[in-house]
């Protein structure tokens, strides 16, 4: 069994910055693909951020391009989010997602479906 845990949401001003942490747990972590998604209320969940096993491959919703940056280090069995120029439209619970079965075949790391273990969210709040 993988536990999942976010941490560091809170409540910043718009345009500040804000980084997020998700430590998961298990044995094969640095073979684990993750990513980010957030859900605001009356939204369904979207994808944000992903990262591979490596960390050598990122990608980014287009409406956070630029702005966030994921990273990894799987020395600590770590994955964070940083987050900087907060909009008010950023506020959402984040949640961490980790892909744990292999699969050597291309994937759409976008879709909520392709991660197996997930944590249960961190909420960010940007104020005006």
């Known amino acids: 069994q993988v536990q999942v845990v976010e941490s560091g949401g809170g409540l910043v001003q718009a345009g500040e910055s804000l980084r997020l942490s998700c430590a998961a747990s298990g044995p094969t972590f640095d073979s684990n693909d993750m990513a980010w998604f957030r859900q605001a209320p009356g939204k369904e969940r979207e994808f944000v951020a992903f990262?591979?096993?490596?960390?050598?491959?990122?990608e980014y919703a287009d409406s956070v391009k630029g702005r966030f940056a994921v990273a990894r280090d799987n020395a600590k069995s770590m994955m964070y989010l940083r987050m900087n120029s907060l909009k008010p439209e950023d506020a959402a619970f984040y949640y961490c997602a980790v892909r744990i079965s292999y699969s050597s075949a291309p994937y759409d790391y976008t879709r909520i479906e392709e991660y197996d273990y997930w944590g249960r969210g961190t909420q960010v709040t940007v104020a005006s």
């Open positions: 990262i591979n096993w490596s960390g050598g491959k990122t």
